[in-house]
């Protein structure tokens, strides 16, 4: 079984991910498979993300993209300028927010992250990280 592409790179170094709802096992090997198709590029970007925070009833899914992100943490830190979630969700935005806050401030993530309500938002951060 093939899943449709979660990654738009049509907009490079502006890389887009939709996070999906729910990833079934047949299907996760495919999806990490994307995230190494990102890093194979070996050029700086930044990930815009939109979607649910994690797929539900993906737990496959969710043990290969754990594995993947510390296996490939010094590519993610080298290669991504950034990650950006979209979020019109007042309350969502500020939950997520406060979970972004955290993450950083237990260096978990190799790349700086922000939550924004709307797309105009994430490309002005997304184009200010490319500059840096």
């Not at 590029?41 to 737990?59: A, T, W």
């Not at 993209?65 to 969502?92: H, M, S, T």
């Not at 955290?102 to 992250?113: E, G, M, T, V």
Request: proline share 8%.
């Amino acid at each position: 079984m093939t899943s449709p592409p979660n990654f738009d790179h049509s907009s490079w170094p502006i890389a887009r991910y939709r996070m999906p709802d729910r990833v079934p096992d047949d299907l996760a090997q495919e999806s990490i498979a994307e995230f190494d198709a990102l890093l194979a590029r070996n050029e700086r970007f930044v990930l815009i993300m939109h979607g649910p925070d994690m797929p539900q009833n993906s737990k496959l899914f969710l043990r290969l993209y754990r594995e993947w992100f510390k296996r490939n943490r010094a590519a993610q830190q080298r290669l991504c300028a950034g990650a950006v979630r979209v979020e019109p969700d007042d309350r969502r935005r500020a939950s997520l927010t406060v979970k972004a806050i955290s993450l950083l401030n237990k260096a978990f993530l190799p790349y700086p992250y922000r939550v924004v309500a709307n797309n105009s938002a994430a490309v002005t951060q997304a184009q200010a990280w490319l500059t840096e």
